[in-house]
């Protein structure tokens, strides 16, 4: 199937690598007019220049989403750019892998605003857009991590646990206002994000090898796979899905 975003303006947090960067050139793929947003200057684009080639159109837009002013300078250039926002893809986030007590309130605090804040800030700059066109569509990267708890990630699951719950909230608040708004909640991922986390583990003796990843989700998830699914999430396909989770994680939290 082809098309399922078209003529759709979608804005991607962290949407220069990784998960975010398969899904900026799905979307695009897919007809949509994408705003790669992220930290990464030069990744981001990159990334857009990519989709660019292949003919598809896309901007990237910098901002650290984790600081209200900049994410609020980066959504004014795409609606600058396009006059309105259709589907917004809230992924940027990253992760901290140390035991509970070894983690500084400062660690705490930064990972609560890459990860929880940025949802709130993005989502906060990009809802009255949607509301104003009465029609809108979000999808928030939760994890696995937001109900199955894992040692030495105390924080990250805290994060990912108000991720998951958020998207909920959302889509309670907006759905008679035409808002759509669930989450993907991946397994472990082959990303340099994930490939980190899962060396971070390993360091702390945690068994993560090929073989405990087959018992638990049958093998490694593959970014294109999670982008896959918020495209589903993303599109009109899914226009009676709203609040929902959806894992990506080929079994593990139903074991």
Not at 40 to 68: F, L, Y
Not at 78 to 107: C, M, Q, Y
Not at 171 to 188: H, K, S, T
Not at 219 to 241: K, T
Request: proline share 2%; aromatic share 6%; charged share 20%.
């Amino acid at each position: 199937m082809a098309d399922r975003l078209k003529d759709k303006i979608a804005v991607i947090s962290g949407g220069a690598t990784g998960v975010g960067g398969a899904a900026s050139a799905l979307f695009a793929r897919e007809g949509a007019r994408v705003a790669v947003l992220d930290i990464q200057a030069a990744a981001a684009e990159a990334t857009a220049q990519g989709i660019r080639e292949a003919g598809g159109e896309a901007i990237a837009v910098v901002a650290d989403v984790s600081v209200a002013a900049q994410v609020q300078a980066a959504i004014a250039v795409v609606l600058a750019r396009w006059g309105r926002i259709d589907v917004l893809f809230n992924h940027a986030g990253s992760l901290i892998v140390k035991p509970f007590l070894d983690t500084t309130e400062d660690e705490w605090d930064r990972l609560m605003a890459v990860n929880v804040k940025s949802m709130y800030l993005v989502t906060r700059a990009v809802l009255p857009a949607m509301l104003a066109q009465g029609k809108g569509a979000i999808v928030c990267t939760s994890s696995i991590s937001a109900v199955a708890g894992t040692p030495m990630e105390v924080l990250y699951d805290t994060t990912k646990g108000a991720c998951h719950m958020f998207a909920r909230a959302i889509a309670v608040e907006y759905r008679d206002r035409g808002i759509r708004c669930n989450a993907v909640c991946p397994g472990f991922i082959r990303t340099p994000h994930g490939l980190r986390e899962l060396e971070a583990l390993r360091q702390f003796g945690v068994d993560v090898s090929d073989a405990a990843l087959a018992v638990a989700q049958g093998r490694i998830c593959e970014p294109e796979e999670v982008a896959a699914a918020a495209l589903f999430l993303a599109s009109d396909e899914a226009s009676f899905v709203n609040g929902t989770h959806l894992f990506v994680d080929n079994g593990f939290t139903a074991v």
